[in-house]
């Protein structure tokens, strides 16, 4: 094997490549817990107010409505 330009840049390119998926292997393993601690949070202040997740982040009037539609009282499902 010779010692061209191309050859240094393909080395150069592939350790480039490696720290780059090293990089969004840590970033992929942050988000995961991140989530999975967003849930458990979540499922625990259901827990102790009564409030789902939706009303917890704002969203409780659409799963009201969505309730309502399914038990009729209101006069349009959307």
């Known amino acids: 094997m ?28 942050f988000n ?7 849930i458990m949070i979540g499922i625990v202040v259901e827990g102790l107010t009564g409030f789902g997740i939706a009303h917890q982040i704002g969203l409780g ?5 969505y309730a309502a539609c399914r038990t009729q009282f209101l006069p349009f499902c959307f």
């Open 2 to 29: 010779t010692n061209t330009p191309a050859n240094d840049q393909l080395v150069n390119n592939s350790a480039e490549q490696l720290t780059l998926m090293e990089q969004l292997k840590r970033a992929e393993l």
């Open 32 to 38: 995961g817990r991140a989530a999975m601690l967003g």
């Open 61 to 65: 009037a659409l799963v009201d409505g």
